[in-house]
């Protein structure tokens, strides 16, 4: 493999797996907040 | 007989002289200055002070301290080559860092993905410099802006570099305050900067901060398996400061641990950066790139917080966008001073700290999805 093919590769998947990633984690996090929302008692 | 005796013991105090190259020479004064930057200019002190004491060691021509059995060899061979030594301080930086931020906030992570992008524009930099892919990798990892990440994506495929890109990442980690003022200044309007952001409620329940490590864990190590050790010792450390229940463990993660670690660490890092190898244009194409990778991910991280300001209706301060590039938390503390610099009633800390944490994440899933990419087409 050349190295421009190496590096867009690395580019195109790379950057858009860990932004793919951090996406899902968002989404994930925001649906747990959702079925475990916070209630004003666990301050106690 | 005698006079040859003499002459010989004579010489064996002298050798060290004798054998001193000019190159030794420069790299004690590297040594020496990141000391000063260390003690005087408090610049990340807890490595920088070891690091550059080790590089004043390893300068010292025939003491054999990175020979086999030379007592630096054996804590680089125990710690580094085996990778040990930046999990380690991986579970302490979990044990210390409070995720709280970017879960009120989960839109925040996107300003974390946004700060790795200068790792991948420096990856292709590096590679059209005719560094080799793994060499190139590793250079553009600098722009994680992660100590631990760097030197464990090093010592696993390019430990020749070790040494310069670690130096490399901590000190412009160190720089934060010095590097994106100017360039936050540069790619924001006044308007934007004085933008005032919502203050935050309480809203994340106690059981989500406790899901959060495990679903991340198994979500991150599913999609890159590679980075799974990045991700499992940064999360175990931040399960147990959030389940509240081994408070000695977390207390000894982000104390002992994580002091004897870096200590062990920073000198064997230091150990490293002999003048011989160290003293090349090479290093300082290095160091050149390191800077650039973090420059162009406050660069990526601020554009995309224009981004949000323009969606949201001006409702989000770019300037939380500098923030997303890790370097925690010392980027959310440049993010807060700044936008009260032009605006003293904008409180942007906790907003900036959200994009930090999601720096913090994005950081290693990045690291973890490099790695993944680079198993998945055979390099590694």
New interface residues.
């Given amino acids: 493999m050349d190295k421009w093919s190496f590096g867009m590769t690395m580019v195109v998947v790379g950057m858009g797996g860990t932004i793919c990633t951090l996406v899902i984690f968002s989404l994930i996090m925001s649906a747990l907040k959702k079925v475990f929302p916070y209630k004003k008692e666990e301050d106690q | 007989m005698f006079v040859d005796s003499l002459l010989n013991g004579f010489n064996g105090l002298t050798a060290g002289f004798a054998n001193l190259q000019w190159s030794h020479l420069v790299m004690m004064v590297i040594g020496g200055l990141l000391l000063y930057l260390g003690i005087k200019k408090d610049c990340e002190p807890l490595l920088l002070v070891p690091i550059g004491f080790g590089c004043i060691l390893i300068n010292i021509p025939l003491a054999g301290l990175m020979d086999q059995g030379g007592f630096l060899r054996i804590i680089y061979d125990a710690g580094v080559i085996t990778e040990l030594f930046p999990l380690f301080i991986f579970v302490g930086i979990g044990a210390m860092t409070d995720f709280g931020p970017?879960?009120e906030n989960?839109?925040t992570?996107?300003l974390?993905?946004a700060g790795?992008?200068g790792?991948?524009?420096t990856?292709?930099l590096a590679?059209a410099l005719g560094f080799p892919?793994k060499d190139?990798?590793t250079i553009g990892i600098i722009g994680a802006c992660d100590g631990p990440t760097v030197i464990y994506v090093a010592s696993q495929y390019a430990q020749h570099l070790l040494g310069p890109v670690t130096v490399a990442a901590y000190s412009y980690m160190a720089l934060v305050p010095v590097l994106q003022p100017p360039i936050m200044k540069m790619l924001t309007s006044t308007k934007e900067r004085q933008t005032i952001m919502k203050t935050h409620q309480?809203?994340?329940?106690?059981?989500?901060k406790m899901?959060?490590p495990i679903?991340?864990t198994v979500?991150?190590g599913l999609?890159?398996p590679m980075g799974l050790p990045l991700l499992a010792t940064i999360m175990l450390g931040n399960l147990m400061k959030e389940s509240g229940v081994v408070g000695r463990l977390t207390k000894a993660a982000e104390n002992e641990i994580a002091n004897i670690v870096t200590l062990l660490l920073g000198i064997s890092i230091g150990a490293t950066m002999s003048g011989p190898v160290f003293v090349q244009t090479q290093t300082l194409l290095i160091l050149i790139l390191g800077l650039l990778a973090i420059c162009l991910d406050t660069v990526c991280g601020i554009l995309f917080g224009k981004v949000l300001y323009l969606v949201t209706g001006g409702k989000v301060n770019p300037l939380i966008g500098a923030a997303g590039i890790s370097a925690f938390p010392m980027a959310a503390r440049v993010a807060q001073k700044e936008g009260q610099k032009y605006n003293k009633k904008s409180f942007l800390l906790m907003h900036a700290m959200g994009a930090n944490a999601?720096g913090q994440?994005?950081s290693v899933?990045?690291a973890a999805?490099?790695l993944?990419?680079?198993k998945?087409?055979g390099?590694i």
């Fill in positions: 970017v879960l989960p839109y992570f996107l974390g993905a790795q992008f790792i991948f524009i990856l292709l590679l892919p190139a990798v309480k809203t994340v329940s106690k059981t989500t899901l959060f679903v991340i979500i991150g999609i890159a999601g994440v994005g899933m990045a999805v490099m993944s990419v680079l998945g087409m390099v």
